[in-house]
């Protein structure tokens, strides 16, 4: 079956602009997870949705947001980017058994 | 808050059993082990877990201690593309998130 697809898989951006990321998950996976990586704070949650509801959301600011679709398809939103905010943004999808499947990630470079 | 230890590093010659350690001393009763990879820039990949029972696929073998605290991640035959960071994380089986940690970096040497 088809993995997890995140697009784009590279994006600039420049700081005070805003950044909308997508995650298709596997088909049947109703969780998506996103997740920040960086080299200093590494792999950190930022949230998680479950039938288009927020289930756990992680220790971000406002300018981060998501939001789940109806086909499960999730996107993510940073408003006001930061130099910060550069970072590999990782979308992990679960099903009916436990494990979380990753994405290939979008890498964001704010400038 | 990662609830789990790991050593920062580990070099593994070609063709060896890898081992590596993942100590989890506060874990609960309704918490599994979780063992994931992540190759340089790529997303985590999932390699195993487990809850109180040894386990074994085709990618790594699980051995979780008696009483839970520990556990070892064996790669039977390492190659060079096991060369990777090596996350072990706990989670309950109701809570979706992943709390990584630093992980080990483990090389493979020719």
């Known amino acids: 079956k088809a993995g997890v697809t995140q697009t784009p898989r590279y994006l600039i951006k420049t700081r005070g602009q805003q950044v909308t990321l997508s995650c298709s998950p596997i088909s049947g996976h109703r969780s998506v997870s996103w997740y920040q990586q960086t080299p200093g704070q590494g792999l950190q949650f930022l949230f998680e949705?479950?039938?288009?509801?927020?289930?756990n959301k992680g220790n971000f600011p406002g300018r981060f947001s998501g939001r789940q679709f109806s086909n499960s398809r999730s996107e993510m939103n940073v408003s006001t980017l930061e130099l910060g905010d550069s970072a590999l943004y990782l979308c992990?999808?679960?099903?009916?058994?436990?494990?979380?499947?990753f994405g290939q990630g979008t890498r964001l470079t704010v400038v | 808050d990662a609830k789990t230890t790991q050593p920062p590093s580990m070099d593994c010659a070609e063709g060896r059993a890898a081992n590596l350690p993942c100590n989890h001393s506060t874990i609960s009763g309704n918490e599994y082990v979780y063992w994931y990879r992540q190759i340089h820039s790529q997303g985590p990949q999932y390699i195993i877990h487990g809850l109180k029972n040894n386990e074994t696929n085709e990618m790594a073998s699980l051995i979780i201690t008696e009483d839970r605290k520990s556990s070892t991640l064996i790669l039977p035959h390492a190659t060079l593309r096991d060369t990777a960071v090596y996350y072990c994380i706990v989670r309950s089986s109701n809570d979706y998130k992943l709390s990584f940690g630093a992980g080990t970096t483990v090389t493979v040497r020719a």
């Open positions: 949705y479950f039938s288009e509801t927020q289930r």
């Open positions: 992990a999808s679960t099903g009916g058994d436990t494990e979380a499947f």
